[in-house]
């Protein structure tokens, strides 16, 4: 039943004019009665005034309910009744609240340009709030500027709210798939992530296409000094995007000036005239339409290792850093690695560009559970690895977003499978909760034989994708605000280890991948693994590229083998 406030005994709004004054709708909610004319006047309970909203108040004469003054005002045109004590003299007041509990895990950075992280935040923190910046469309606050402990920053507004209980509180729609998964490698439990709905979004002046169908190129000249022949190889395709790397283990691209600041040894042995290349070849990307995708390695990063080696995967026995892959690895757990990764980011995207960063090696480093007890990952603040990983991507996300730019995450293909978290740290809902793409690695040639009881699956490219691909939907199923599912696809030859008689990385080889995707109603497109970036690979491939795989039918799994 509605709230009827009558008042046949007051004239609220007489025909002369009282004296009037700004003000501004302030507190969480202001309950608030619209003018009804239906034969008498009575006043029905409507929706809130969103916080800082504008209203032009009469200081006539006013009501008082239930010991609640309210006053005339008019508000986007419209005439209502409103609390007294929900009016702000300034936009400033408007924002009432003097301390809030922290609802999602989140970074406290100290200063908004440059991400730093001062601290963070877990579950149920109690916050000072100092000042915040700016109200978003719907009232709420963007960002506040709090106090935790003795460490003042910024944390956005979304992440907290007005009580410890409601903090508490749990998103709990699939908590009990995510509490059924096992924690059978060390990675951590499923359900100490968050799976709350994340707010993706949609920028107009970058609009992702759906599907991104993205050809890889290297960071070497040879390849983006030659962007034209490419763009000619994309215009008789159905390619509409680019991933170009912007830092690659031991193969940073241009002499940023985040690796100046926290890698010197990325810094020295990057390009020293590559940026007015990147320069050059997105500006070309983006005058014939491609959508471009500049491609940071994250946790394996030995130049960052060896700059900072207090962060660096090391064995408790020596405290050494840990060599693995050939390669030192920067932790995970480690904040200062989360920042320089997404500073490089940032300026990647304001110099050149960008329209989406895609974030590599999103992981702690793969097939060390015999050593795991043994290794010390410099993990400050406890979590497990799911936890690190999912809220290395928020932070991320966050950031990125603030510039206009959207955020994808590489994982491996068996993220995807139910049952279990990885031993390096990727869950899959947690990070495609977040993320605005995820993009794994399904390669047909890194299955072990009679993986989903296929033979051989690196010659079955159909069936092992569409295999894969119906995991990953039940995947996505559990999570609340599922990320679009880009995956990478195999370009290369059949690994000679795995099998030297496998099968070529020919155009049919291409399609048979991309089709077995999207017959297991994985539509969101693919990126091009091919380490090198080889045009002629790629020409050699073109009649793949060419084809408009939403408008195929499906194939019949029974007749896929392909041979040599």
Known sequence: ??????????????????????????GETAEIFVLEKAGKKEYVQAEPIVRGSLLRVSTGKSVTVDGVKYLNATCAGRKILVPEASLASSLSEAVRETQLWVQTSACIVDDTLSSHIGAFARKGNRLEVLGWDRLLPDGRVHRYNVRMGKVEGWIFGKYAVLSEEEALERFSLFDDAHAAVRNSFKGGDAIGCEFRPYEK?????RPMPNPVNAFYLTISPVGL?????????????????FVIDIKDDQCPGYKAEAMEKHSPTNFRHAGSTKEALYKEVVEKLHARG????GRITCFKDGYYAQDHTSSAICMKADGKPFLHND????????????????????ESVRKFG??????????????????????????????????????????????????????SVDVFGESANPGYTTAYGQYWPAISTIADAICAMPYPDHFADHYYGISKPWNHPYEIMKAWGKRVQGRQEVTATPARVRTWIQAYHVMRWVDPNGIDNNSNFIERQVRGLYDAGLTGGYNTWLASGNIAVYRSQKEAYALDYPSLPPIDSLNTFITK
């Open 1 to 26: 039943m509605r709230n009827v406030l009558l008042l046949a005994a007051v004239t609220l709004f007489s025909c002369s004019r009282e004296p009037e004054y700004d003000a501004w709708a302030a």
């Open 201 to 205: 979004p949609a920028f107009a002046e």
């Open 225 to 241: 000094r030659h962007i034209d022949d490419y763009i000619a190889l994309a215009d008789s395709t159905r390619i509409n995007a």
């Open 290 to 293: 491609y959508y471009v995708i």
């Open 327 to 346: 390669t030192y690895w920067p932790s995970a757990f480690a904040r200062d690695v989360w920042q320089f990764n997404v500073e490089l980011a940032k």
């Open 354 to 407: 960008l329209d989406e960063i895609n974030f590599d090696y999103v992981r702690f480093p793969d097939k060390l559970i015999s050593l795991d007890d043994q290794i010390d990952y410099r993990n400050r603040y406890g979590e497990s690895k799911v936890q690190a990983i999912q809220n290395f991507v928020r932070y991320a996300c966050d950031e990125l977003h603030e510039l206009g730019v959207y955020v």
